[in-house]
């Protein structure tokens, strides 16, 4: 999410400490989300009407933007963030269950290997060059937020229009508009976050992360279809 930081005069110590912590709590929301997948298949094989309902799916949508454009606040306040943090990757990985269980009826697991090994480059190429280049990207985050809102409007339509074509270019969209995020915020991360913040960048590197894989599958499997 686009936010303005002041720059800040950080020591090394301090600076490295920062880092890492923002991506332990990177990697922690990963495996929460591994967790949330885990539930919602348990789920989806003991009551398959529960997926087959798409507003209760736009429901927890709606409250994953709400923690998101909310992350300032709550992030500062110690145990309620760590809580929200944790809910909000685990319901990432709850919704995306209905994609990994039709994707895997596709391709099966090695579509789903595919899908993570492409999104693991992308990103990680991505944000080494966003960490090492020394051209100020700062300037990308208003267009990058005016582009997520429109991705955002652009779903709620076909969520009533429900055209596969649409969705399909949409989630290239998606992934352009993420792999610009992933840049933006790697270098904010290394340069301008403050270091109160390591809750907030976490949550911004996996939304970067979460969202590239989420399409880069869906395009993928939009092509074995």
């Not at 309620?80 to 944790?86: R, S």
């Not at 909000?88 to 090695?110: D, E, K, N, Y």
């Amino acid at each position: 999410m686009q936010t303005i930081y002041q720059t800040h005069v950080h020591t090394g110590v301090s600076r490295t400490a920062f880092l890492s912590k923002v991506f332990a709590f990177f990697g922690l929301a990963l495996l929460i989300s591994l967790l949330g997948v885990v539930l919602g298949g348990q789920l989806i094989l003991a009551y398959p009407s529960i997926f087959a309902n798409s507003f209760m799916f736009y429901g927890v949508f709606a409250l994953e933007l709400l923690l998101i454009f909310t992350a300032r606040a709550w992030s500062q306040i110690r145990g309620l963030n760590y809580l929200l943090f944790a809910l909000f990757a685990a319901f990432s990985g709850f919704t995306a269950v209905p994609l990994l269980w039709a994707a895997s009826a596709v391709g099966g697991i090695p579509l789903l290997v595919k899908a993570l090994g492409a999104t693991v480059t992308l990103f990680g190429g991505i944000a080494i060059y966003g960490a090492v280049t020394r051209r100020d990207l700062s300037g990308m985050g208003g267009f990058l937020f005016v582009g997520l809102i429109g991705v955002i409007i652009a779903s709620l339509v076909n969520f009533f229009v429900q055209s596969s074509a649409f969705d399909y270019f949409l989630s290239w969209v998606v992934v352009l508009v993420f792999s610009g995020f992933t840049m933006y915020d790697i270098q904010m991360i290394k340069t301008r976050y403050p270091d109160n913040m390591f809750l907030e960048a976490a949550l911004a590197l996996y939304l970067d992360f979460f969202n590239l894989f989420i399409n880069i599958l869906n395009i993928m499997s939009a092509g074995r279809r």
